[in-house]
């Protein structure tokens, strides 16, 4: 099984309805990320948590929320899709600052979302 | 002007080729700095972290100019199976650990 996995893994949906896409992982780390990556723009950080009482916004949080229902789970939900929320969204964890040696990242395999 | 910044690419070399990317930021009490690897339409993959002093793992090799401002990934002997797209990261202390990433540099590596 892999240490970050992310469901669904694809998913259409129509404007306007409420979608979760949902995060669970297995490394023991403490902090997880929401990402989402468009072409050309990199990825861009929509909303962290540092541990399951800590929530914080990122760079894009407009039009989404986030639930961290425990240490391994970490869900993102667009309360009412729109078309320009159509991207890959990466999940991600890591344990503690991701900083010095060794440490950085571990991503999902993405969510690709479509939203018609 | 973006925090992080890559040249967009892309860099198309044959195999065999040496090939450097750089990467300039801006905020300069920044304190970490990654290389990761993203292949199409996959997860991207922690590659290197970058030192002062610099590291090297087998043919790449990664570089820290903190008086500049940049880093820089070099990659030797290149191989079909390096190309992908390579993300620059920077991490600020001040964002208590949250990163910012560069729209990554794409290498495509011809036979």
């Known amino acids: 099984d892999a240490d970050v996995t992310q469901t669904p893994r694809n998913r259409i949906t129509k404007t306007g309805k409420r979608i979760m896409l949902e995060c669970s992982q297995t490394?023991?780390?403490?902090?997880m990320y929401w990402y989402r990556q468009d072409p050309g723009l990199g990825l861009r950080l929509i909303y962290y948590?540092?541990?399951?009482?800590?929530?914080n916004k990122g760079e894009i949080s407009d039009g989404y929320s986030v639930s961290r229902q425990a240490q391994a789970k970490f869900s993102l939900s667009l309360e009412s899709a729109i078309p320009n929320q159509t991207a890959l969204y990466f999940c991600?964890?890591?344990?503690?600052?991701?900083?010095?040696?060794?440490?950085?990242?571990?991503f999902g395999s993405g969510t690709r979302l479509t939203v018609v | 002007r973006k925090e992080v910044e890559q040249d967009p690419g892309p860099f198309n070399v044959p195999e065999g080729a040496t090939v450097a990317f750089n990467c300039t930021y801006s905020?300069?009490?920044?304190?970490?700095f990654f290389w990761y690897r993203q292949d199409c339409r996959k997860e991207p993959k922690l590659l290197m972290s970058?030192?002062?002093s610099g590291n090297e793992d087998g043919r790449f090799t990664a570089q820290l100019n903190r008086a500049s401002q940049y880093i820089s990934l070099l990659i030797r002997d290149s191989k079909l199976s390096d190309s992908a797209t390579y993300l620059c990261?920077?991490?600020?202390?001040?964002?208590?650990?949250?990163?910012?990433f560069g729209d990554g540099t794409t290498l495509t590596v011809k036979p």
């Open positions: 991600a964890t890591s344990d503690k600052k991701p900083t010095g040696q060794g440490n950085g990242y571990t």
């Open positions: 490394k023991g780390h403490d902090r």
């Open positions: 948590s540092f541990d399951v009482k800590d929530i």
């Open positions: 905020n300069s009490a920044s304190q970490s």
């Open positions: 970058v030192y002062s």
């Open positions: 990261v920077v991490t600020f202390n001040t964002n208590a650990g949250k990163s910012t």
